[in-house]
C-alpha cells in the first residue's frame, strides 16, 4: 500500500538512509525490495501513532521558534569566551618547548613533541602527540615519558549529535580514566550526558546530565546534575543551576552566539553574562565584553558562602578576577588582576608563521611569590 | 543485575584486555589514520622532528652513491 507522504519540514529526514531508520516514521523508499516492503508495512502500521507525535513536535518547535528563541551553546561551554580571555588556562612556569610537525592541512594531521623543564611544581616533562582531525572526526593520542597516554576521540554524527570519548591511561591501577559524553543540540536547547568511569558490571561511576535552554531571545538557564556512584549502595546527586544572558539576539537561529566565530565577527560591543550556582554554596558570575574586535574583557566573581555546619565554622569567601585580551597582528597579550593580590600577564609573539616565542609571569602580591615562564613554539610543514 | 561473580570477573577481565590494547594502540591508531588520510601522503622517512636530518642524510647518500 502506498501511504501519502507527509512533509516534516523541521526533520532531517532527508539526510538520514532509510535502512538506518527503524521508527518508521519516513516515507518508504520507492524501490520495492523486500526490506522496502517491510518498511512500508511498519510505516503504515506506526504511522497513526508517530505522526501526531510528530506533528505536535513539530508545531512546538515552530511556536519556540515564533518567540526568537536560538541554540544557547552548551552547559560546558557557558564560560568559555572568559576562559579564552582569561590568563589562568594559558600560564605556564618554567620552560618550555612546542615543536610541531603539520604532515597535512586538510585534513589535519600534525605530531607534536613538548618539553618542559624548571617548573617550581612539576617535574619536568616530555611528551609526543599525534593529531588527526577531519570535519567529522577528531582523534587526538598523547603518551609522556612515564608511559601515561592520554586520548580523545570526537565523533560527529550530524550536525546537532556529537559522541566524544576521552581517557588517561596508566600502568598504575586505579590512576585511568575514561570519560564518555554525549551532545545533542536541539534548535532551542542543548542536552549533554555525560559518565566517567562507568563500570558495566554494577554500573557504578560519575554521571552527569546538563540542560540549557534559551527561554528569551537573549536569557537561557539550565541545570546540571552531578550523579555520584561510586559503590552500589551510594548514590548521591547534586544540581547546579545556570543562567546565560546575552547582549544581542543571535542574528539568525542557524549561527548561535555561542559560537566564538558569531560573536567574534560582531560589528557591536558584544557581551555575555553568566551565573552558576552550585550546591555547596558557591556562586560564579561572569561578565565578559567585547570591547573593540581585538580587545576582549572578562571579570569574574566567585563567592563561596558556607554555613556553620558539623564541619566546622561558617566561611565567607570571594574573588574578583579582571582579565583583558589584545591580539596584535603577530602576537596575543593577556593580563589579570585578582582580588587575592595576584598580577599576571602573558605575551605570545609570533616572530613568523612558524615561530613563537612566549613570556609570562605572575606576582602574588599577599604571599610574596611568583613565577615565570618561558616558552618556543616552532612548526614545520613538510607540505 | 542477575549478574553471577563469575561472569563480572570475566567482565572484568576483559575489560583490562581492552584496555591494555587502548593504551599500547591507541596512538599507532591515530598515526595509522592520519598517514593513510593525509593529502598528500607524507614520506614516511620525513616522519618526525629527526627525520629532516634523515632524509637529508639519505638523500645525499643516494647522491653520492650514484
Known amino acids: 500500500m502506498a501511504a501519502a507522504a507527509p512533509s516534516y519540514p523541521a526533520h532531517n529526514s532527508a539526510s538520514i538512509p532509510i535502512s538506518t531508520e527503524k521508527s518508521g516514521h519516513l516515507p518508504p523508499h520507492p524501490t ?62 618554567g620552560a618550555r618547548a612546542d615543536l610541531t610537525k603539520g604532515l597535512s592541512l586538510n585534513p589535519a594531521f600534525q605530531v607534536t613533541h613538548s618539553f618542559s623543564l624548571a617548573s617550581a611544581t612539576a617535574p619536568p616533562m616530555y611528551n609526543f602527540g599525534a593529531i588527526y582531525a577531519d570535519n567529522k ?48 543540540l536541539g534548535p532551542h536547547y542543548s542536552l549533554n550526558l555525560r559518565t566517567i568511569n562507568p563500570s558495566v558490571t554494577d554500573l557504578t561511576g560519575i554521571h552527569m546530565v546538563s540542560f540549557l535552554h534559551s527561554v528569551t531571545p537573549r536569557l537561557a538557564l539550565g541545570f546540571e546534575t552531578l550523579i ?86 561558617g566561611k565567607r569567601e570571594a574573588t574578583a578576577t579582571l582579565g583583558a585580551k589584545y591580539e596584535f597582528r603577530m602576537a596575543t597579550f593577556r593580563g589579570q588582576v585578582d582580588s587575592q593580590g595576584k598580577v599576571g600577564m602573558l605575551l605570545e609573539q609570533r616572530f613568523t608563521p612558524a615561530f613563537a616565542f612566549l613570556v609570562g609571569g605572575e606576582i602574588d602580591h599577599w604571599k610574596g611569590t611568583s613565577k615565570i615562564g618561558l616558552g618556543v613554539m616552532i612548526e614545520s610543514s613538510s607540505l | 543485575m542477575a549478574l553471577s561473580d563469575e561472569t563480572k570477573d570475566r567482565i572484568n577481565a576483559a575489560i583490562g584486555v581492552g584496555k591494555n590494547i587502548v593504551t599500547y594502540g591507541w596512538i599507532p591508531f591515530v598515526i595509522y589514520v592520519g598517514y593513510t588520510r593525509s593529502n598528500p601522503q607524507p614520506n614516511l622517512i620525513n616522519f618526525g622532528e629527526a627525520g629532516l636530518q634523515w632524509n637529508w642524510y639519505v638523500n645525499s647518500f643516494v647522491s653520492v652513491a650514484y
Open chain 1, 32 to 93: 520495492s525490495d523486500a526490506t522496502s516492503g517491510y518498511l512500508s508495512a511498519l510505516y503504515t502500521l506506526t504511522h497513526p501513532v508517530t505522526h501526531p507525535l510528530v506533528n505536535t513536535y513539530t508545531r512546538f518547535e515552530k511556536w519556540k521558534d515564533s518567540f526568537g528563541l536560538y541554540q544557547p551553546g552548551t552547559a560546558e561551554n557557558l564560560t568559555k569566551e572568559i576562559k579564552q580571555t582569561h590568563l589562568t588556562n594559558f600560564l605556564f612556569d
Open chain 1, 137 to 184: 572526526t577528531f582523534l587526538q593520542g598523547g603518551v609522556d615519558h612515564t608511559g601515561s597516554v592520554t586520548a580523545r576521540a570526537n565523533q560527529a554524527w550530524s550536525a546537532v549529535d556529537t559522541t566524544k570519548v576521552q581517557a588517561q591511561l596508566t600502568s598504575t591501577p586505579g590512576h585511568s580514566m575514561i570519560q564518555v559524553e554525549h551532545d545533542h
Open chain 1, 228 to 313: 555520584q556512584h561510586p559503590q552500589p549502595q551510594i548514590l548521591e546527586t547534586s544540581t547546579s543551576y545556570l543562567a546565560k544572558l546575552t547582549s544581542l539576539p543571535a542574528p539568525s537561529p542557524g549561527t548561535p552566539i555561542a559560537a566564538t566565530s558569531g560573536i567574534n565577527t560582531g560589528a557591536g560591543k558584544q557581551w555575555i553574562a553568566t551565573a552558576q550556582l552550585q550546591p555547596q554554596g558557591i556562586l560564579q558570575t561572569t561578565y565578559y565584553q567585547k570591547l573593540t574586535p581585538a580587545v576582549d574583557v572578562g571579570l569574574d566573581l566567585q563567592a563561596m558562602v558556607t554555613p556553620a555546619g558539623p564541619m566546622g565554622p
